[in-house]
């Protein structure tokens, strides 16, 4: 048995059981992956997966006990090396952040800029995507720290921790006859096509949430992943805008007026998340820390080991 061999059982089942694609993701051959998995299979005396001809179909009962095993070995070699990095590369690495856009557009730049004055030599990994793709990505080792506000909570492999509270705010162009009402309702919105994030996305759900619970069918005619996507829209007269507060800019979105929406929809929780198990190097709970004071080092191994 050797690591290419567990690379191959993780590899095939996160790539749907097509040697191609695994063989490509391992830059090897694909009969080079045939004959790990033959020679590993007549090692253990089991066969590991579910074949239809000589297609690979799912795993076998031993196949599916061995998986999460396979995993464990994987990330603690992966553990080994960033705990050897860590004493002989104290200041260099890589280190990889999953976050939204809103979130990388809008939030982490005051945070990673100190980050990269301290750290000029680590390279940082900004990756952006969706909530469910950051969970994937912190799940399989591939991201060191994930950001976002849907999907973090609530997943067994990962530990979360509350980064900041956000509301949404409503944008609309300049002389909208919404700015002449002191405080808005949901009843003045829905008078108004509107433009806002799809769902799933940066907080959409409590927008969702307080129009069905007030029983209103808001008319919304565009949904976007990113704020200035939805702002151009509103510019361009398409509908009004509900988006994260933080997205909206005095200066730069000269052409808007931002109103103020907090008593009608509910806070949301932006987070912190890590995976179980997945060492974390100085510089990471440095980072974490840039981000919310209060997550020492100490405070995160203590939350992780639980």
Request: charged fraction near 25%.
């Amino acid at each position: 048995m050797n690591f290419q061999q567990l690379r191959i059982i993780r590899e095939t089942v996160r790539h749907d059981f097509n040697l191609t694609d695994v063989a490509n993701h391992l830059f090897t051959s694909q009969s080079g992956v045939s004959k790990h998995i033959k020679d590993l299979e007549e090692e253990l005396g089991v066969e590991l997966y579910l074949r239809k001809g000589k297609r690979l179909t799912g795993l076998t009962d031993p196949g599916k006990e061995m998986l999460p095993i396979v995993e464990r070995m994987l990330l603690d070699a992966s553990n080994i090396k960033r705990l050897a990095e860590h004493y002989s590369q104290r200041d260099t690495g890589t280190l990889t952040l999953a976050t939204t856009h809103t979130q990388a557009r809008y939030v982490l730049p005051k945070v990673i800029t100190p980050f990269k004055q301290q750290y000029p030599k680590v390279h940082l990994k900004l990756h952006q995507g969706s909530p469910d793709e950051i969970v994937q990505m912190l799940v399989d080792g591939r991201a060191d720290i994930g950001v976002a506000t849907e999907a973090l909570g609530d997943i067994p492999e990962l530990v979360s921790f509350p980064y900041y509270s956000w509301h949404h705010a409503v944008v609309v162009p300049i002389d909208h006859p919404l700015t002449q009402i002191k405080t808005l309702t949901l009843a003045d919105l829905v008078q108004w096509p509107i433009v806002t994030y799809h769902e799933g996305f940066t907080g959409r759900a409590s927008i969702d949430r307080a129009f069905v619970h007030a029983g209103i069918e808001p008319d919304i005619v565009m949904s976007a992943l990113d704020a200035d996507v939805i702002k151009s829209y509103v510019e361009l007269g398409l509908g009004i805008g509900i988006v994260a507060a933080m997205a909206v800019d005095a200066e730069r979105d000269s052409q808007l007026v931002r109103l103020d929406c907090d008593h009608l929809f509910d806070a949301n929780q932006t987070k912190i998340a890590v995976r179980r198990g997945h060492y974390l190097r100085q510089f990471a709970y440095d980072l974490i820390n840039l981000c919310a004071p209060d997550l020492d080092p100490d405070t995160i191994r203590r939350e992780l080991s639980v």
